[in-house]
């Protein structure tokens, strides 16, 4: 079974500078959440989807980071204009859906590695 | 803020040793989940406990729950030098919107 993919691995932009991650989830995982891990830090929730759906962005700065899952499969999150604090590792997750599906384990990709500058 | 609080921070053993570590979280808990994260990879779950249970095993894992302390601990037994990562507790609970909220981590260094 393939795991979570993600896209770019590493990413270097200069501060003020616009990034998008591409996250493609286990095949059938209904949820799909997005991490921002600082260094030293365990990761924080940024946004949850189910389906195509958000059902929590409370800890999104949605002045600048937006996310979109249109076809309830793959997903984006973008950043612009970035800021040095947000260099840190972006992690996306799945799980199965349905009603309990928040409360199944999740399955985490790679990560993307961002340095802003 | 963060739900889970790992302790101790680092570890440090030998092979073949125990290595335990401890989570402590703040509210009520649907369930409560370990991870695994290698230098350079993404997370890895390890075992989940329910809230209505005190105790689980997973091959060298042993995962006990304590709801009346919030508390909750990992340990691996006959560590092996794979076993270094850092670990994280994540407690699910209804009050965070039923969302994972992880913990800081317990960097764990098994030497050969």
Redesign the interface.
């Known amino acids: 079974e393939a795991g ?1 993919a993600q896209s770019p691995r590493y990413k270097i932009i200069e501060k003020r500078q616009s990034v998008a991650f591409w996250c493609n989830p286990i095949s059938g995982h209904a949820t799909l959440y997005w991490y921002q891990q600082i260094l ?6 940024l946004i ?1 989807f189910q389906n195509n759906g958000v059902v ?1 962005d ?1 800890q999104l700065p949605k002045d600048r980071f937006s996310a979109e899952r249109l076809k309830g499969v793959d997903s984006t999150l973008k950043i612009q204009p970035a800021k040095l604090e947000d260099s840190a590792v972006y ?1 996306c ?1 799945s799980s199965f859906g349905g009603l309990a599906g ?10 993307t590695r961002l340095t802003v500058t | 803020s ?1 739900q ?1 609080e790992e302790d101790p921070q680092a570890l440090s053993i030998q092979e073949g040793e125990n290595a335990t570590m401890n989570c402590s979280y703040k509210t009520s808990i ?2 409560l ?1 370990w ?1 695994r994260q290698n230098s350079g ?5 390890l075992i ?1 406990i329910r809230s209505n249970e005190r105790e689980k095993h997973s091959g060298r894992l042993r995962v006990t729950l304590d709801t009346s302390k919030k508390s909750s601990s990992l340990l691996i037994t006959a560590s092996q030098a794979a076993d270094t990562a850092s670990y ?1 507790c ?1 407690a ?1 609970t209804s009050a965070a ?9 317990t960097r764990v260094l098994v030497k050969p």
């Open positions: 979570v030293g830090q365990g990761p924080k929730l949850q929590d409370s992690l997750a928040f409360m199944r384990e999740q399955y985490f990709g790679p990560g | 963060q889970g649907n369930n989940q991870y990879r993404g997370l890895v779950h989940l994280f994540a699910l919107g039923n969302k994972l909220t992880f913990g800081g981590g």
